[in-house]
């Protein structure tokens, strides 16, 4: 996956998500189809945390058969940053793999980050997060 399509729709419903629970940051799962985003999930923080995120598992676990009943495959994790630039910090390059490894928890999913501040969008960017390190990838809105 070399870029994500996203609608201003899908940048807005992460934006809002992302305000509502400001100042924690919020996180979900877009799906669609090839590299376009079709349907976002807003999904709670379970660390309900300022600084990380974790996806709920039986949450993300039913969303991953909804989207699976829908015919979609899942495109990217979404997650906002309250206090920092749209980049993944070091736990969010950490989590992206499986403990001790550099083994992908979810290979070609890219990570989409939101950088809001409580006026709103600062910026949106995406990246894949790989063995060999993190790569930005384009946003096509």
């Known amino acids: 996956m070399k870029k994500i399509s996203i609608s201003k729709e899908h940048v807005n419903e992460i934006v809002r998500h992302s305000l509502e629970v400001f100042p924690r940051e919020a996180c979900g799962l877009l799906a669609g189809d090839g590299d376009a985003v079709r349907k976002v999930y807003c ?47 070091a736990t969010d390059v950490a989590r992206a793999f499986f403990p001790g490894t550099k083994d992908e928890n979810f290979p070609g999913v890219a990570y989409v980050i939101a950088s809001v501040s409580e006026n709103g969008l600062r910026e949106l960017h995406a990246f894949l997060i790989k063995g060999e390190g993190i790569e930005e990838i384009e946003v096509k809105l």
């Open 43 to 89: 999904m709670r923080n379970a660390e309900n945390s300022e600084v990380t995120y974790a996806l709920d598992p039986g949450e993300q676990f039913s969303i991953m058969k909804q989207i699976e009943d829908k015919g979609l495959k899942l495109i990217a994790i979404y997650h906002s940053h309250t206090g920092s630039p749209a980049f993944p910090s």
